[in-house]
């Protein structure tokens, strides 16, 4: 899903089941050609509409109510949005923003370089899963209404990406210091207003055009979210007209939808499914501190085989984490991991693993199917690897995985940013998904060159660091799976650069 911590987005995908009323659309119907109306279902439950815990897929339930500083286009380019334009200096460490004059939030607060420091330092300070994103942020200046500068620690090259998603959303500070009233009742200065006469927490979320909003006014009246947690629901609801528009992960359900002549797709590779291994220093795991044994796990694994049975052949094997739009990706390391469990049982012997050993993992169904399990299981056990699986609820997940750091790896779908430093940020740096804070002297050299080099020093240590990651065997990914963006034929949907879902602004009526 999306990129970021994807804390919140998992105990999402296996949230219990909630009721469905209310999935259809405004008056009972989905919106037809020419409709005021769009009903988008998704499988992603926001816990709060406060944008200092947005994050990941939940980002469109924000942007409806809350602009961006910067706007990231579909093919993830950036353009003006609060902030006018936008400058470096030589070092860059000080990214100076000119700011949108006559915008306001929803009680008439005017938005100005006030607002934008209160909202970023919020956002660093406020715990939520994407703060991360912020830590290079050493202080806010404010100049005056329409001009601040954004002070780095050091050199940032994914500020900009930063900026155009969630830390870069801006709600009223007017509203901070009345506790959680921002969950409910978000302020912002979007293009919509949330509708809480139609709005069912936990179920939907109606949202109606904002009269009083500053830019250009987006083709539908109103917009609904509605909460599904299962894609076949998702399915049934377009083939009868509950909805216009969903993303559908599931091969299963892909192939379902492909059938009805009615529906429209639109393909994207977003996320790679793999194996995220934590414990490169061994703590919990002595065997995977030695490199062979890492590298044995991913000569094991029969990614072919998987994405046949699994995935139906939707999607490419890989063996890096950078995906193809970053400098860093590298179409020879797709297939830098063969299936060879002979190579595999060679590497183990060399490292004095040649009995084995277990490895334990944690398991959210919702994740790892039990095909899936089972395949993983098969394989490792072709080289003298006992996996075992501990089943866990997304609740405990957070808690054991995250928090507790009691496995040595798990098995996610990661978004590929489009940015690499984005990515090594998420991946390599210390926390996030780093959590035991693995580094060795190759990751040292590579990350600063990576943040302050020049644009081709840059490129050439993304590229650098990716052919390391991959040798070194630091994850072992299966495969990028290909979604499918769908409609009832009355939308036309542009994914999104950067995300797997589109933003608010990417759906427009079909001609």
Not at 141 to 146: P, Q
Not at 298 to 320: E, K, V
Request: glycine share 8%; proline share 5%.
């Amino acid at each position: 899903m999306s990129r970021t911590a994807r804390t919140a987005t998992m105990a999402a995908c296996v949230a219990a089941s909630l009721a469905l009323a209310g999935c259809a659309g405004e008056s009972g119907g989905a919106a037809g050609a020419g409709s005021s109306t769009l009903n988008i279902a998704t499988m992603t439950l926001p816990q709060s509409l406060d944008p200092a815990v947005a994050t990941g897929s939940a980002l469109p339930y924000f942007q409806a109510v809350y602009d961006t500083l910067i706007k990231r286009e579909p093919d993830g380019t950036f353009s003006p949005m609060l902030a006018t334009e936008w400058t470096y200096d030589k070092t860059r460490t000080h990214l100076a923003l000119t700011l949108r004059k006559d915008v306001k939030f929803a009680d008439g607060t005017a938005f100005d370089g006030a607002a934008v420091k209160a909202n970023l330092d919020r956002f660093q300070k406020g715990g939520g899963a994407s703060a991360k994103w912020l830590n290079d942020l050493e202080a806010v200046d404010v100049t005056d209404a329409t001009h601040v500068t954004l002070k780095l620690k050091q050199p940032n090259p994914a500020m900009e990406f930063y900026l155009s998603d969630a830390p870069g959303l801006m709600a009223n500070p007017k509203q901070f210091a009345n506790g959680d009233s921002l969950k409910t009742t978000p302020d912002g200065t979007g293009p919509y207003r949330l509708d809480k006469t139609r709005t069912t927490v936990g179920t939907k979320w109606s949202y109606s055009r904002n009269a009083d909003y500053w830019g250009k006014e987006l083709p539908y009246k109103n917009i609904n979210f509605s909460f599904f947690d299962n894609e076949t629901a998702i399915t049934n609801g377009l083939k009868t007209g509950q909805i216009n528009a969903a993303l559908l992960q599931s091969a299963d359900q892909q192939v379902a939808i492909e059938s009805d002549p009615e529906v429209k797709t639109e393909k994207q590779e977003f996320d790679f499914q793999g194996l995220l291994l934590f414990d490169r220093d061994g703590k919990l795991t002595p065997a995977l501190r030695d490199a062979r044994v890492r590298q044995a796990l991913n000569y094991a694994i029969d990614r072919d085989t998987m994405l046949d049975r699994i995935r139906q052949n939707r999607g490419q094997t890989t063996s890096q984490v950078f995906g193809p739009e970053t400098q860093a990706y590298d179409k020879k390391l797709d297939t830098y991991y063969a299936h060879d469990p002979a190579k595999a049982k060679s590497l183990l012997k060399q490292a004095g693993y040649a009995k084995g050993f277990t490895l334990k993992l944690p398991r959210i169904t919702a994740i790892v199917n039990d095909a899936l399990a089972a395949s993983l299981q098969s394989d490792f056990k072709a080289i003298g690897v006992k996996l075992v699986w501990d089943t866990l609820d997304g609740a405990s997940a957070i808690q054991k995985v995250f928090k507790d750091r009691l496995y040595s790896g798990m098995v996610m779908n990661m978004g590929q940013s489009a940015s690499d430093w984005a990515a090594a940020d998420e991946l390599v740096t210390p926390g996030a998904f780093n959590m035991f804070g693995t580094t060795d002297k190759v990751t040292q050299k590579l990350l600063p060159a990576l943040t302050a080099g020049s644009e081709d020093e840059a490129e050439s240590a993304a590229r650098e660091l990716n052919q390391h990651l991959v040798e070194d065997a630091w994850f072992v990914p299966f495969y990028r799976m290909s979604y499918l963006h769908v409609s009832d034929g009355t939308v036309k949907i542009s994914p999104q650069s950067g995300m797997a879902v589109p933003s608010i602004y990417n759906y427009a009526p079909a001609k």
